[in-house]
């Protein structure tokens, strides 16, 4: 019996129907706004998705990944692809029911695995040259692929071009959302604490050594990526779901950085540090709005204020809120070494 | 011989550049001998080690292990071979914990995917089990198991090139390669290391080959000792023998003793 996968599908099981309790429970709360806290919610969640996928790459394998943008751009466009141009003509001939709207998560879910692994394909062909590159050098490359992706996407009219395509099916919600949160999350939790987590940790430590215990460490930078990559796509994929709208300019450079920014705060290696900065950020980016209105200012400080606090917590705490440990370590400490 | 050599060197030379490292390095270890090698400061010893374990090609000349042609494998293959090794700077996964050090040592035997890691599956479980277990094992002969879950670097130095020797034997090799193991160590600590240096290739059946600069060490273990000079070998032979090598006392004792 391999009741190991039965467990996991338990598992999963049981996950699946917490997240459908919570979203029936989010979609009641009567308080003015309700809606506008669902979106800062779900936005929350996607940027969970893309600051652990990443971490992985960063944080774990140690390898400065700068094009994470891109490989979501490659997800958003696979999955907004299928949903837009075959997925969705073929729902609408189907009558109203329980039947269609079974058949639509299915197909949802299969067009957001194939926007992964479109994602993880790009991750492949572009991490397999520019892996044997090292620290600055990679990431200038990986900035430079991640900008490729965009202007190509930018120069496909059948996706929309410059102009966008609009009209993605609205798809995505609380559910799927927070069900590649927890996906996203036991994956990189269960692949650090297996022999193939220790490869990748062994490579961002030292390269040298690694290769000496016979880890073949181009193989181990690849595979991050391409795990890495797969999820970003998969949060690009419920982006364009969830905003029913996607744009070349959503994943310019600025967005890696975001991404990026979320890793190191929470501190590299840290799953849920990454989680963790994911959430502090994305409530300060859309609590820094009401600044402008409460102070009555003529200009929008938001962006400056963030630059600040950003500015402040690395210098207070220059390895992250979470160093390199895990939210249950703090809470259990173990005996001996220092701290 | 019958049996194959665990290493063997023949004609080996390196240049960088104008400058020959290393030229006609010859040697043959054979399975369970502990060989020295030596030199001054500069005389290629690391080099010799570099290049045996696939960090540096040689530009001429073979080397094989475990009678296998390493000229076009690379530095992970050698170790698949069975050529495991330490460094002369102490490179231990500093923020790992020496349990997850030891078991990177043992990465070539713990056969899984991603696949099985993600899904916990019957060989992931094996093999972490079994990963698990010889760790600690390891650990605990070099009496560091009490501190299995700490991170390296917060071991004293002797400690880290402990671990490092052990997470060097968890590759099972056949041919252990210590870079200066004893740089650094008191002399307390020394004749322990000496001691178990020699256990070791006793309870594993292994060779050994032994990059030092403390005599003491050298002469105390090593059945054969090969001395290298400005990239040459200058001697070759038993411990006594070295000692009363003119050539080695004027290029390597004789100098210390000016010093």
Redesign the interface.
Not at chain 1, 193 to 199: E, F, K, P
Not at chain 1, 208 to 217: L, Y
């Given at each position: 019996m391999?009741n190991?996968?039965v467990r996991?599908l338990a598992g999963i099981a049981v996950i699946s129907a917490v997240l459908v309790g919570i979203s029936y429970f989010l979609g009641w709360i009567p308080i003015p706004g309700m809606a506008y806290y669902n979106r800062v919610i779900v936005t929350i969640g996607i940027n969970i998705i893309l600051a652990v996928s990443l971490n992985i790459i960063n944080g774990h394998a140690g390898q400065f990944s700068m094009g994470h943008a891109g490989f979501m751009a490659v997800g958003a466009y696979t999955s907004a692809y299928l949903t837009y141009f075959h997925f969705q003509p073929f729902l609408a001939t189907l009558a109203e029911g329980p039947g269609r709207f079974a058949l639509q998560q299915a197909l949802f879910l299969g067009a957001l695995l194939a926007g992964g692994a479109a994602a993880g394909i790009a991750g492949w062909v572009v991490g397999l040259p520019s892996l044997r590159l090292r620290g600055d050098y990679l990431a200038i490359v990986t900035l430079g692929f991640g900008e490729i992706i965009r202007v190509l996407i930018l120069n496909i009219d059948k996706i929309g071009g410059a102009r966008g395509l609009s009209g993605v099916p609205a798809f995505a919600n609380f559910f799927w959302v927070y069900f590649f949160v927890c996906i996203v999350i036991?994956?990189s939790w269960?692949?650090v604490?297996?022999?193939?987590?220790?490869?990748f940790?062994?490579v961002r430590?030292?390269e040298?050594?690694?290769?000496?215990?016979?880890?073949?460490?181009t193989h181990y930078k690849v595979?991050a990526f391409v795990?890495g990559s797969f999820f970003a796509g998969i949060a690009g994929g419920l982006l364009g779901h969830y905003l029913v709208y996607l744009n070349p300019g959503m994943f310019q450079f600025t967005k890696s950085f975001e991404a990026i920014v979320m890793v190191v705060l929470g501190g590299m290696g840290s799953i849920s540090g990454s989680v963790l900065a994911a959430v502090i950020l994305t409530v300060a980016l859309e609590g820094l709005r009401f600044v402008k209105e409460a102070f009555g200012l003529t200009s929008d400080p938001r962006m400056v204020i963030y630059a600040i606090v950003l500015i402040l917590l690395m210098r207070l705490r220059p390895q992250g809120l979470l160093g390199?440990r895990e939210l249950g370590d703090f809470f259990r400490r173990?005996k001996?070494?220092?701290r | 011989m019958t049996v194959t050599a665990v290493l063997e060197a023949k004609g080996v030379s390196i240049r960088f550049g104008g400058l020959t490292a290393v030229c006609d390095f010859n040697l043959a270890i054979q399975p369970t001998e502990l060989v020295g090698l030596i030199g001054p400061n500069g005389a290629g010893k690391t080099t010799v080690f570099n290049m045996l374990t696939g960090v540096y090609k040689p530009t001429e000349g073979e080397i094989r292990v475990s009678g296998v042609n390493t000229r076009t494998l690379k530095a992970f293959d050698i170790t698949k071979l069975g050529a495991a090794r330490t460094f002369q700077n102490i490179r231990v996964f500093k923020s790992l914990s020496l349990l997850d050090n030891v078991k990177i040592g043992g990465h070539i035997h713990y056969k899984y995917s991603w696949a099985d890691s993600v899904l916990h599956s019957i060989t992931f479980r094996e093999h972490e089990r079994q990963a698990e277990k010889e760790a600690l094992e390891l650990l605990s002969m070099f009496d560091l198991d009490h501190r299995a879950h700490d991170e390296a670097k917060s071991l004293p130095y002797g400690d880290q090139r402990r671990l490092e020797i052990a997470r060097a034997l968890a590759a099972k090799p056949k041919l252990l390669l210590l870079d200066e193991p004893a740089a650094g160590l008191n002399t307390g600590e020394t004749t322990e290391l000496m001691q178990q240096i020699r256990a070791i290739r006793d309870k594993f059946g292994i060779a050994v080959l032994l990059i030092e600069h403390n005599m003491e060490l050298v002469m105390g273990i090593c059945e054969r000792i090969l001395v290298l000079n400005y990239g040459k070998t200058i001697a070759h032979g038993r411990p006594e023998e070295i000692q009363r090598n003119p050539v080695v006392i004027e290029a390597y004792l004789g100098e210390a003793v000016e010093v």
């Open positions: 391999r190991w996968l996991d036991i994956v269960r692949l604490r297996s022999q193939v987590g220790r490869a940790l062994a430590e030292d040298i050594a690694a290769e000496a215990m016979g880890v073949n460490t595979q795990i390199n173990r001996g070494g220092d | -």
